[in-house]
């Protein structure tokens, strides 16, 4: 849909060749903001009602990306302002849930058996709301529960559809989520009381009691204690900044909350009203017109307009505490801008009588407030383009409908969802990883390494969290983490300068360009890091002799800047002369151990390797060695690492003394691997050996942990898989144990009556000679039999054909069978 004339953005920039996606137009269009080198940003920030989980984090991150180009590489002055929603139906919901939970825990602080019996009672009743396809005459005990689930639902757990002939989606993962909680409760409730803690019952069954109890009590609430509200969202706003902080978020400029602007959306409202794009309903809320505002020359629904109709998206954004009949509406689609409070429901006063705000008029309100009539960007996640985004644009529009109209927002940017089985991450699934579980719990992630992840995808599409998406961002990581190693050793005496042109210079101000022109296409960040790729391939593969001073220099500080510019570098700022990135250096406090065991064991190790160690050098070099056992300058003493070090120097002479045996060379080299695969690994340091150069001390990396991963399970398969060979050899043989002369003989065969001297069958069972033919089919497995046995018997002469570990048995004496000599043989 194209755009009226007036909405537009005009003006200049310092970037004339910046492109940005803007959902508005579904096209990349030049960023031309209101004020030269200024944006003005508003973000949709949180609903603070639980714990941020990595979808946001791909939300908020990608988000911080973004921002940081703007203002790191195209060096724009930004103002980012982002909300907390801390008044919502979600909130209302969840405060009061807890809120009557907390007090029914204090009334009965012990598991008695009245409160096992209202356990079972919400047990019963959330299957029943939720679970439609267990009927209600269907006998429900915790016993057998997981029986009556697999019957009804076991196709939908094994990825099945609820519809027939469609994709599994986000209605099987609610599916699934809630039979998680209903086998949830029903195990707590057949966990014997003595083996669970109150708090640890209580946790398992909160969602069934948080329906129940809310249901009962719920309206008891008083829209003025506020506090049953703001307990909540206080903690859980604490906790997402918590979150950020620990992804390397920046944070925002301005934070601004509903619960704060109260005063300010009600007058928001009323002059939508007053503009005739609102109207008041007999129920006391105030909805917006869409047919009025259309009728006024407006486009709704501009962002997504294939989703106006959309009931199910409209009663989302409605909430699930608004009202439900539409009778009180113009029409279905109009959206509520001032909601009646009901019984319950936190309210404040307004000349419509007691209320509180809709969701999406919120944002309008502030946003505005904040930064006037037009703004250059709103971001969010792609789920809230509509309605939330569609509707603030609708609202905002009619409230500044009086004056000039111009394009409340030039730029929406929308960042796609991170996807786990095919569904989004979200709360009200909980099909999702916190970002503290899997920072600081799990540690499947660290900061850098998610952040790598969504710079390696498009920030607007969406990602799916896959095995190979983890190894490509793990890789990523690892070429950085070597590179800026050896760019470090490379750099340290590359303080002079040459006319000569070095190997990289043109390399270097291609990639420059290629990261420059990424970039301006709509922060095209994988392109960007595919550039990197490339130069940091070209620093490995050139030749040393090629290479000057300034193309160690000039590179790493090119790679710097960038992995400072994407927030990979913690908090250090984009302009830091400092080369490389957190993390590449060992702890200062091991310094003054390591590095002298590094160098005594180059010195045993070159000494070895040339086949000229002796145990005279061995205590020289050993001797020369700062006194491992003196308390370390620093102050600081670090038992591990100098332990590391005695141990090294104590092994070095042991082994070099006159008690000792064997070749000298040998074991050093031993000892110098010791150290380095075993010693210095557990306190995550390594020594990378080098050729006709000190090994490099650095620490231990992901990258250097999956590499000994994989070496590790390339070992341990490789040995399964001679293993298995070994056994099925083995097994193959032992077919061979029983001589051919008995195969067709009880208790082996009894189909047979009669056999010839060699033991092959001339009569069958019931005394009927043999067909020519079936005698010939039995002749070839007699045969095959015969050689079988032939090198059974062969191989148990020479030891080899018993039990895996084990000799074989004596071949057995004329005449005797296999049998005869080992019974339990069958």
Not at 9 to 29: A, C, D, F
Not at 69 to 82: A, G, T
Not at 354 to 374: D, F, T, V, Y
Request: proline share 5%.
């Amino acid at each position: 849909m194209s755009q009226p004339p007036w909405a537009q953005p005009t003006g200049s920039t310092h970037e004339p060749q910046l492109k940005i996606y803007n959902s508005l137009t579904r096209s990349k269009v030049p960023f031309i903001p209101i004020q030269p080198e200024k944006i003005s940003w508003y973000a949709c920030g949180p609903t603070v009602y639980d714990d941020a989980h990595l979808g946001h984090a791909r939300n908020y991150v990608s988000t911080d990306i973004i921002r940081r180009i703007l203002r790191d590489y195209f060096h724009f002055n930004i103002k980012f302002i982002m909300n907390t929603t801390d008044v919502d139906d979600k909130i209302i919901l969840r405060g009061r849930q807890r809120h009557l939970y907390d007090e029914y825990k204090k009334e009965h602080r012990y598991i008695d058996a009245e409160v096992r019996r209202d356990v079972r009672h919400a047990w019963v009743y959330y299957i029943e709301k939720y679970l439609k396809r267990i009927g209600p005459k269907t006998l429900l005990e915790p016993g057998t529960f997981d029986d009556v689930v697999e019957q009804a639902y076991g196709d939908i757990l094994a990825g099945g559809s609820l519809e027939p002939g469609t994709k599994p989606g986000d209605k099987e993962a609610k599916v699934k989520m809630h039979l998680a909680t209903a086998r949830s409760t029903a195990k707590a409730l057949m966990q014997d009381p003595k083996l669970l803690t109150p708090h640890e019952f209580y946790n398992r069954v909160a969602d069934p009691m948080y329906l129940v109890l809310d249901e009962k009590l719920g309206t008891t609430i008083k829209g003025d204690d506020y506090a049953v509200f703001t307990k909540l969202t206080k903690e859980y706003e604490t906790r997402f900044f918590q979150d950020m902080h620990d992804l390397n978020v920046l944070d925002p400029d301005e934070i601004v909350r509903v619960t704060e602007h109260g005063k300010e959306i009600a007058e928001f409202v009323k002059k939508i009203v007053d503009n005739d794009l609102g109207y008041l309903t007999s129920d006391g809320s105030v909805y917006f017109d869409i047919k009025a505002f259309e009728a006024a020359g407006f486009n709704y629904a501009r962002l997504e307009p294939w989703n106006r109709h959309n009931q199910d998206l409209q009663a989302d954004g409605e909430g699930a505490l608004s009202q439900q009949s539409s009778s009180v509406k113009r029409s279905d689609a109009d959206f509520a801008l001032w909601k009646a409070s009901k019984p319950g429901e936190p309210s404040w006063a307004s000349e419509w009588g007691q209320g509180r705000p809709g969701w999406h008029i919120e944002c309008s309100a502030m946003a505005s407030g904040k930064l006037g009539n037009q703004m250059d960007i709103h971001s969010g996640g792609v789920d809230l383009a509509f309605p939330h985004h569609d509707n603030e644009l609708a609202q905002s529009e009619a409230f500044w409908a009086d004056g000039t109209r111009k394009q409340w927002v030039n730029y929406f940017i929308h960042m796609g969802h991170l996807s786990i089985a095919g569904s989004k991450m979200s709360k009200s699934l909980k099909n999702f990883t916190t970002i503290r579980e899997a920072l600081h719990v799990r540690k499947e992630w660290t900061s850098r390494s998610l952040r790598i992840v969504f710079l390696l995808g498009t920030w607007k599409d969406g990602i799916e969290i896959t095995d190979e998406m983890v190894l490509e961002g793990r890789g990523w990581e690892d070429r950085v983490d070597n590179f800026f190693i050896n760019a470090v050793e490379n750099s340290k005496n590359a303080t002079t300068t040459t006319n000569q042109k070095g190997a990289l210079e043109d390399v270097l101000q291609e990639t420059e360009a290629r990261v420059r022109a990424a970039l301006l296409d709509s922060f095209n960040t994988p392109a960007a890091m595919s550039a990197i790729s490339t130069l940091i391939n070209a620093y490995n593969s050139t030749k040393k002799i090629d290479t000057t001073p300034e193309d160690h220099i000039s590179t790493a500080r090119f790679v710097t800047r960038m992995v400072n510019i994407f927030g990979l570098n913690g908090d250090t700022p984009a302009d830091s002369t400092t080369i490389g990135w957190k993390g590449i250096e060992i702890p200062d406090a091991a310094k003054e151990y390591v590095y002298p065991l590094a160098r005594m064991r180059d010195e045993l190790r070159q000494a070895a390797i040339a086949k000229s160690i002796t145990a005279e050098k061995v205590q020289k070099i050993v001797s020369s060695s700062p006194d491992q056992e003196d308390v370390p300058t620093s102050g600081r003493p670090r038992p591990s690492y100098a332990r590391a070090l005695s141990e090294f120097s104590r092994s070095a002479l042991e082994v070099a003394s006159p008690s000792e045996s064997g070749d000298l060379n040998k074991q050093i080299l031993a000892l110098c691997d010791r150290v380095r695969d075993v010693d210095l690994w557990q306190l995550d340091i390594y020594l990378e050996d080098r050729e006709n150069a000190p090994a490099l001390v650095r620490p231990v990396t992901e990258g250097l942990k999956a590499v000994r991963r994989e070496r590790e399970d390339k070992i341990r398969q490789k040995e399964e898989a001679k293993k298995k060979r070994e056994q099925e050899a083995l097994e193959k043989l032992q077919k061979g144990r029983l001589s051919p002369a008995d195969m067709f003989k009880p208790p082996h065969s009894n189909d047979f009556s009669a056999w010839d001297p060699d033991g092959l069958p001339t009569t069958a069972r019931d005394g009927t000679p043999l067909t020519a033919s079936k005698v010939k089919r039995l002749k070839k497995d007699w045969e095959l039999q015969r050689k079988a046995h032939e090198r059974y018997l062969s191989a148990t002469q020479n030891g080899a054909a018993g039990p895996a570990g084990t000799t074989a048995s004596p071949a057995p004496a004329a005449g005797g069978t296999a049998t005869e000599r080992d019974p339990s043989f069958s």
